[in-house]
């Protein structure tokens, strides 16, 4: 990894390796936790529906995440009010569309078209020759994550066009992400979850009804909150402090590959050899763009930092 460094107005300062790696690691177990509660959040479909789950999901997370930060201990002026309104929206829809998508195509393939959105961002930020071949690895690892053998034509289309909706809604939050990274992460993270709940909740009570409220549901919505909303998206927003979103964008190509390997761990789904070159394509695209980062690309942090 090349060195960072924290850049004054008059000098460099080197970072230690571990506070280096600290938001990648972030970033990592934010995507193995949200691969696992993903996993065990399709059991409550079958009785809540995905509005149903998607917004369960995100109602208890916002509560949690509200009582630990309690932001309002935290000064917040209009402008950042109306990014965190912007940000809660986009997070909400992100959820709703991807979870209505899992209805009616696999997880695999879901995830994959879903990330089409920070691929596309990613390239848009790419400026080194080298940065290309990374996104092209990434690129040719989703590919053959894609049962493209069995037919593209076999999705459903109305649940790839809703995985491509939570792509496009992806893509923007990152970007709303970092015109929060000047706040405190729990904070930003807290208010963001709180308004994407009461953005999607109306659609999970006109899915659910009353079901949602059943003890049982409450209790496995609540495990699914904590590991798959609550966790990773506090994570993700301390690794967007630090981490340039073209970096973000190609290291989150690994969520695919994550998720495959918890299906087969927790749900003891088999890959195949196409899957596994699959993995290697995109952990090379992901560690590549670790190593390719300079000091230059960190990003610029404050009210008026670009997105």
Same mark, same amino acid.
């Given at each position: ?57 995100? @109602? ?149 009804? @009353? ?22 998206? @506090? ?73």
């Amino acid at each position: 990894m090349a060195r960072a460094m924290i850049k004054s107005q008059s000098n460099s300062v080197p970072v230690s390796p571990i506070v280096a790696a600290t938001p990648y690691l972030a970033l990592l177990g934010g995507m193995v936790s949200l691969s696992v509660g993903t996993s065990f959040a399709k059991q409550l479909f079958p009785v809540i529906g995905a509005e149903g789950t998607s917004s369960l999901r995100v @109602s208890l997370s916002a509560l949690v995440l509200i009582c630990l930060w309690r932001p309002w201990r935290f000064k917040l002026n209009g402008a950042d009010a109306r990014r965190v309104l912007l940000y809660g929206i986009v997070l909400g829809l992100m959820n709703l569309t991807f979870y209505i998508s899992l209805r009616t195509i696999p997880l695999g393939p879901a995830l994959a078209i879903e990330f089409a959105g920070p691929l596309v961002l990613a390239l848009l930020h790419a400026r080194r020759w080298i940065h290309f071949v990374w996104v092209g690895c990434a690129i040719v690892g989703l590919g053959l994550l894609l049962p493209i053998r069995s037919g593209m034509n076999a999705l459903d289309p109305v649940g790839v066009a809703f995985a491509a909706a939570a792509g496009l809604f992806w893509a923007l939050y990152i970007i709303c992400g970092k015109r929060l990274s000047h706040m405190h992460a729990g904070q930003s993270v807290a208010l963001g979850m709180g308004t994407a709940a009461v953005v999607i909740l109306p659609f999970g009570i006109a899915s659910a009804g @009353s079901a949602i409220l059943a003890p049982s549901v409450l209790l496995l919505g609540l495990g699914v909150a904590l590991v798959s909303s609550a966790l990773p998206y @506090s994570l993700e927003m301390i690794a967007l402090r630090h981490i340039p979103e073209r970096t973000f964008g190609v290291m989150l190509s690994a969520e695919p590959a994550i998720g495959a390997i918890a299906g087969l761990f927790l749900l003891h789904e088999e890959l195949s050899a196409l899957q596994w070159l699959a993995i290697g394509s995109i952990v090379i695209a992901s560690i590549g763009a670790i190593l390719t980062t300079e000091p230059k690309d960190t990003p610029i942090t404050g009210p008026g930092a670009p997105a």
